[in-house]
């Protein structure tokens, strides 16, 4: 019983952490920055390993705690962080583009219809088309791409921190 209630904190507090560091994320790398930006790169590869690193280091946390880890309950462990952490995100950035800055949905839309007309691939009414449809679903999936992201990151890092971690004994 310990165990599970030690476990459940954890996941929590990782959690957390993920949300902390994604909605920080979102603040330090707006959606509206120029993708074409090389700092705006360097962020993202920061991004991706510290949403990797954070399940890896939960793992790392739980045997220290004395818990003995397997591959399974590793990537448990991660999954959870991530997909917690990135319910989380995913609710601030659905609250933040529906309610707090709608406006930064236009400015992503005029940044992505700009690319567009940059690469020559559509014609204007094309363009339009696809920036209409764009705009209805642009909100929800905010949501829905911080989930699977949260699930994703909480895959590989959970995964990872399994095969480093991994307590030596097969008696769990």
Same mark, same amino acid.
């Given at each position: 019983? /310990? ?6 904190? @954890? ?18 790398? !707006? !959606? ?13 590869? +920061?991004a ?5 690193? @954070? !399940?890896?280091? #939960?793992?790392?946390?739980y045997?220290? &705690?004395?818990?003995?880890v ?11 962080? =991530?997909?917690?952490?990135?319910? @989380? ?14 406006? #930064?949905?236009?400015?992503?839309? /005029?940044?992505?219809?700009n690319?567009?007309? /940059?690469?020559?691939? $559509?014609?204007?009414?094309?363009? /339009?088309? &696809? ?10 999936? &905010? $949501?829905?791409?911080? +989930?699977?992201?949260?699930l ?9 921190? =399994? ?9 769990y």
């Open positions: 019983m /310990e165990n599970q209630k030690s476990f459940n904190s @954890i996941v929590w507090m990782f959690a957390g952490l993920y949300a902390i560091l994604g909605i920080l994320f979102m603040f330090i790398k !707006p !959606p509206t920055a120029d993708p074409k930006d090389p700092s705006m790169a360097i962020l993202g590869f +920061v991706l390993f510290l949403f990797i690193g @954070i !399940p890896i280091l #939960a793992v790392w946390y045997r220290n &705690q004395g818990y003995p397997s591959l399974g309950k590793a990537v448990k462990l991660g999954v959870l962080i =991530g997909l917690l952490g990135g319910l @989380i995100v995913g609710i601030y950035a659905y609250i933040y583009f529906a309610y707090i800055n709608p406006g #930064a949905v236009d400015q992503v839309l /005029e940044i992505s219809k690319m567009l007309k /940059e690469n020559d691939m $559509f014609n204007e009414d094309m363009i /339009e088309k &696809q920036m209409a449809m764009t705009k209805k679903f642009f909100v929800p999936m &905010q $949501f829905v791409s911080q +989930v699977f992201g949260g994703l990151y909480g895959v590989i890092g959970g995964l990872l921190g =399994g095969l480093f971690f991994k307590t030596p004994s097969e008696d």
